[in-house]
C-alpha cells in the first residue's frame, strides 16, 4: 500500500504514541510503526497476513495468524497480542513467531 494511503488508514486505526514489539523490533510512534510496514512490504513482496482467530475482552486482543507469501504457501505461523486506547484504536502490538 502506497505511504499516503497507509498513512491516513494508520491515523484511524492506531494511537499516535503506538508501541509495536516482536522478537526482533521495538519501536515506537505511528510514523515509525508505518515506516516499518513499509519496509516489510519491501522486503516480502506480495506477502500478506492472514488473521486465523481473534478473541479479545477489556480492551485487549490475542490473535493467531499466518503469513502467506506471494505464491499462497504458508511462510509461518504467529500470535499478536493488541492492547486498545480508551478511543478504541490500537495502542500496542506485540507479535510472537
Known amino acids: 500500500m502506497p ?3 497507509r498513512d491516513t488508514e494508520l491515523r484511524e486505526l492506531v494511537a499516535d504514541e503506538v508501541t509495536y514489539t516482536d522478537p526482533t523490533t521495538a519501536i515506537s510512534g505511528r510514523e515509525t510503526f508505518s515506516g516499518h510496514m513499509a519496509n516489510f512490504q519491501q522486503s516480502m513482496p506480495g506477502c500478506f497476513f492472514e488473521i486465523l ?3 479479545g475482552h477489556h480492551g485487549q486482543t490475542l490473535a493467531s495468524w499466518r503469513l502467506v507469501g506471494g505464491d499462497g504457501a504458508e511462510r509461518m505461523r504467529g500470535t499478536s497480542y493488541a492492547r486498545l486506547a480508551d478511543d478504541g ?3 500496542a502490538f ?4
Not at 506485540?94 to 513467531?97: A, P, Q, S, V
Request: hydrophobic share 45%; no cysteine.
Open 3 to 5: 505511504a499516503p494511503e
Open 53 to 55: 482467530s481473534v478473541n
Open 89 to 91: 484504536r490500537f495502542a
Open 94 to 97: 506485540t507479535g510472537f513467531f
